[in-house]
């Protein structure tokens, strides 16, 4: 099943294109990796897939459905984010963080029947704690996110995003800054992720990572695509050699 399907997409910045005609689908419950070099619209494109941007041209579809460009609107419906650089509230508690991102109840049916209220509370603490466990934090939930290591704060995003219960979770970059035993342990909890069934689109520079992590791998040049396979496919590609990999590269 196609879960999310990129038709034309396109954004222009004044004279600038940073997306130019993308079009491609994502199944569910894949692992698909976006790469491609610095300015390639890798971080424009989940702008406009996540709402936060209005595309000059094209659509997002998800689940079967177009999405408008609304960023709270595409959490609503199962699509969640992290980003480039950390964006945790570091003056709260990992678990705080957690909650905060998974409350969704309105505020009038807590406050007309309190009950509702308390075990509404009792349950997202006990599934934020869940998914801290699954991601090896469980020992940090009343940790300030500000204070945990650089390594822990990237996963913490990934919880955070978690915590909506997404069905598509975009990762932008999560291996930025890690070291190599630190991205090993991402690569394991990302995998665990797409096995509970939560489908990634993935955007990370860590070619290793990638190569070994990825099911298919997209690659874009200048806004455009230029080319979409497996990644031994991918790796061949002589375009993607030329204009990313380098002969030496994977």
Known sequence: MKQLEIRELTRDF?????????????????????????????????????GALRPSAGSVAFEGKTLSPAPHKTARVGIARTFQNVRLFSEMTLLENLLCASNTDSFLRGSLWPPFQQESERLRVKKSCYILEDLGLLEDRE?????????????????????????????????????????????????????????????EHD???????????????????????????????????QAYLGSGAC
């Open 14 to 50: 004044g004279g600038l294109r940073a997306v130019d005609q993308v079009s491609f689908a994502v199944d569910q419950g894949s692992l698909t990796a976006i790469i491609g070099p610095n300015g390639a619209g890798k971080t424009t494109l989940f702008n406009l897939i996540t």
């Open 143 to 203: 940790s300030l996110a500000g204070d945990l290591p650089f390594g822990r704060q990237r996963l913490a995003e990934i919880a955070r995003a978690l915590a909506r219960k997404p069905r598509l979770l975009l990762l932008d970059e999560p291996a930025a800054g890690l070291n190599r035993n630190e991205t090993t342990q991402l690569a394991k909890y990302i995998r665990h992720i797409v096995s509970s069934g939560v489908t990634v689109l993935l955007v």
């Open 207 to 241: 070619m290793q990572l990638v190569m070994n992590l990825a099911e298919r791998v997209v690659v874009l040049e200048n806004g455009r695509l230029i080319a979409d396979g497996s990644p031994g496919e991918v790796r061949q590609d002589a375009r993607v050699v």
